[in-house]
């Protein structure tokens, strides 16, 4: 159980394009779900937090009209990369946690690997 | 955005041998996690220690906890070469369930 999947696995696109990428959470529902950037040989950097129902919240220095947030139903958040440039090439992850009371594991997706040209 | 400190940043050991990762971070926390990631893939979640907790053992796995100290380690025994990857400890210090990682231990063991 509590299987995070993210989609597309790994995208090559051009600059100045937009990219969407989904999350979901296939077999419980989310409430809250987290976005994650991680550049090589780093450790991963919180970009947002995505509520459902309401707006993101964004952390300090991520530019939320760049990386747009949607959190439209209880097991799906989508990031888009708008206006995707070189150095937006990254490794993004995302994570849900469970509805259910005191859970406090995160389940994290398989990441998703963005190549801007 | 805040993030814990982990030492030492690279280890390399002889399989059979233990290896201890240190993780420091910097306010109060709810409970603090310790992460798996194989080179390029997804995070594997390994063991979880809540503040009112001193130590967890998981397998072959050994987590402490000091709060005092702002402190945790990440014991791992008889090491094999599945073990190869890098380890994050991640902290919940927020009621909105948020997690920040360190700056992660990349552990490579020589067979």
């Known amino acids: 159980g509590a299987v995070v999947s993210q989609h597309p696995s790994w995208v090559i696109c051009k600059s100045g394009t937009s990219v969407k990428i989904e999350c979901r959470s296939l077999?419980?529902?989310?409430?809250?779900m987290f976005w994650y950037r991680q550049f090589p040989k780093q450790s991963l950097m919180l970009m947002a937090t995505?509520?459902?129902?309401?707006?993101?919240?964004?952390e300090q220095g991520v530019e939320k009209d760049k990386f747009l947030i949607n959190h439209a139903s209880l097991t799906l958040s989508t990031l888009t990369v708008t206006s995707a440039h070189p150095e937006d090439s990254s490794f993004y992850i995302c994570?849900?946690?469970?509805?259910?009371?005191?859970?406090?594991?995160?389940?994290f997706g398989p990441g998703t690997r963005l190549l801007v040209l | 955005s805040q993030q814990g400190e982990e030492d030492p940043q690279a280890l390399s050991i002889q399989e059979g041998e233990n290896a201890t990762m240190n993780c420091s971070y910097k306010?109060?926390?709810?409970?603090l996690q310790w992460y798996r990631q194989n080179s390029g893939r997804g995070l594997v979640h390994l063991i979880l220690?809540?503040?009112?907790?001193r130590e967890k053992h998981s397998g072959r796995l050994r987590v402490t906890l000091d709060t005092s100290k702002k402190s945790s380690s990440l014991l791992i025994t008889a090491s094999r070469a599945a073990d190869t990857a890098s380890y994050f400890c991640?902290?919940?210090?927020?009621?909105?369930?948020?997690?920040?990682f360190g700056s992660g231990t990349r552990l490579s063991i020589r067979p």
């Open positions: 994570s849900a946690t469970p509805w259910e009371r005191g859970q406090e594991t995160q389940y």
């Open positions: 077999d419980f529902q989310a409430t809250t």
């Open positions: 995505s509520n459902e129902g309401s707006k993101a919240t964004y």
């Open positions: 306010t109060s926390i709810n409970n």
């Open positions: 220690i809540r503040s009112n907790e």
């Open positions: 991640a902290t919940d210090y927020s009621s909105a369930s948020k997690i920040i």
